[in-house]
């Protein structure tokens, strides 16, 4: 399953594949460089919301909102 920001980080990527025009490919590499940044918003979001989720019996030294957000959405940390 993928987050709908990687959904939209591999169409960019694939328009800008397609051999766009100067201005185009400019464009598309600064929607590229901002959709990682967001995704790494969207992330903490969904982490957050499965911690939340959890409530009083949630450790948080063990990790389970990380690693469902791992195990969900087929990431590694870069």
């Known amino acids: 399953m993928k987050t ?3 959904q939209m980080l591999e169409l960019l ?22 959709a990682k ?12 919301a499965v911690y939340d989720g959890m409530g009083k019996n949630f450790d948080p030294n063990m990790g389970r909102a990380q690693l469902y957000y791992k195990s969900t959405y087929n990431t590694t940390d870069k």
């Open 37 to 48: 940044e967001l995704m790494e918003q969207e992330k903490e979001v969904i982490v957050k």
């Open 13 to 34: 990527e694939e328009l800008l594949d397609s051999k766009p025009t100067r201005a185009d490919r400019s464009r598309l590499e600064t929607a590229i460089a901002k």
């Open 4 to 6: 709908p920001m990687q």
